[in-house]
């Protein structure tokens, strides 16, 4: 099969790094999806590049490729989940996420990443959508400038809650920026919780622009994460999409809420997703 199958360390996040890259390659994952956060390259460490070396040869050793993911909830603001974000209305706020979000392009580059996967966040309550798309767009280009300087893949997530929630909505922002480094992060619990399509069809319409894919189970209306089996999401159906379109990125498991059972849950979930017959 052409892609990885990984890990997000937003799952194991009472492990340390070095440890989950460990456990993840020794289960027999070939990618892990790092979320930069207090205890996993935090960009603001005054020893961080210390830590990406030590990453770097580890990821080298196990044979293992890498996401950088951006959505670590507290990291920024310690009283706000997620903030600020790209329209954040106040420029020295958003400025805030603007130099993470380039710390973490630096750190993918470091690292040999695949890409850099973000999105938009909510938008403040006193901008209208065309303003927070207009700031969205504007900042996406500062990011793009620098993610070219350092020859570095920029993906997309649509989240629901935020600014840019569908697969229609990304569509009309990769339109606007119209740049050949700006792809896609496919969460397809997302798309399948919103009934935004169906998580293959939106797989094949937007296969040249995939760059990195989140996966788990979920239920049709209700934005949570869950193990295989306790959702309603055609997996099968997911991988099968994949395979057709000959997807070669990474397949990110994604449970946050689960690292009290990190190991059980990454072991569960790899057996599951090799059990399929379209992992054949």
């Known amino acids: 099969m052409a892609f990885e199958l990984g890990y997000n360390t937003n799952g194991f996040s009472d492990h340390?790094?070095?440890?989950?890259?460990?456990?993840?390659?020794e289960l027999g994952y070939g990618s892990v999806a790092i979320t930069l956060d207090y205890h996993a390259l935090n960009p603001f460490d005054d020893d961080l590049w210390q830590?990406?070396?030590l990453v770097h040869e580890r990821l080298q050793a196990?044979?293992?490729?890498c996401v950088i993911e951006t959505g670590a909830r507290f990291l920024l603001d310690p009283w706000h989940k997620h903030w600020p974000t790209l329209v954040t209305a106040n420029h020295e706020n958003r400025q805030r996420r603007v130099?993470?979000?380039k710390r973490a392009i630096e750190i993918a580059a470091y690292l040999n990443a695949e890409a850099v996967s973000f999105w938009s966040g909510a938008k403040d309550d006193?901008?209208?959508d065309e303003d927070a798309f207009d700031l969205l767009t504007e900042e996406c280009d500062r990011l793009l400038a620098w993610a070219v300087r350092h020859d570095v893949w920029l993906a997309f997530e649509p989240e629901p809650g935020m600014l840019v929630a569908t697969m229609d909505q990304f569509a009309q922002?990769?339109?606007a920026l119209n740049h050949p480094r700006f792809g896609l992060t496919l969460d397809v619990g997302h798309v399948h919780c919103l009934s935004d399509g169906t998580p293959a069809d939106r797989i094949k319409t937007f296969a040249k622009q995939l760059l990195n894919v989140h996966i788990e189970d979920m239920r049709v209306g209700v934005h949570e994460h869950l193990p295989f089996g306790d959702g309603d999401l055609d997996i099968a159906a997911v991988l099968q999409a994949l395979k057709e379109v000959d997807y070669m990125g990474t397949v990110n498991v994604e449970l946050a809420?689960?690292?009290?059972?990190a190991v059980n849950l990454a072991r569960q979930s790899l057996d599951y997703l090799n059990s399929?017959?379209?992992?054949?």
């Open 51 to 53: 830590q990406a070396k």
């Open 16 to 25: 340390r790094l070095l440890d989950t890259i460990d456990i993840l390659a």
């Open 173 to 175: 922002l990769s339109a």
């Open 257 to 261: 809420r689960h690292s009290h059972d």
């Open 62 to 65: 196990c044979n293992m490729c």
């Open 276 to 280: 399929i017959p379209a992992r054949s």
């Open 126 to 128: 006193d901008l209208t």
């Open 99 to 101: 130099d993470f979000m």
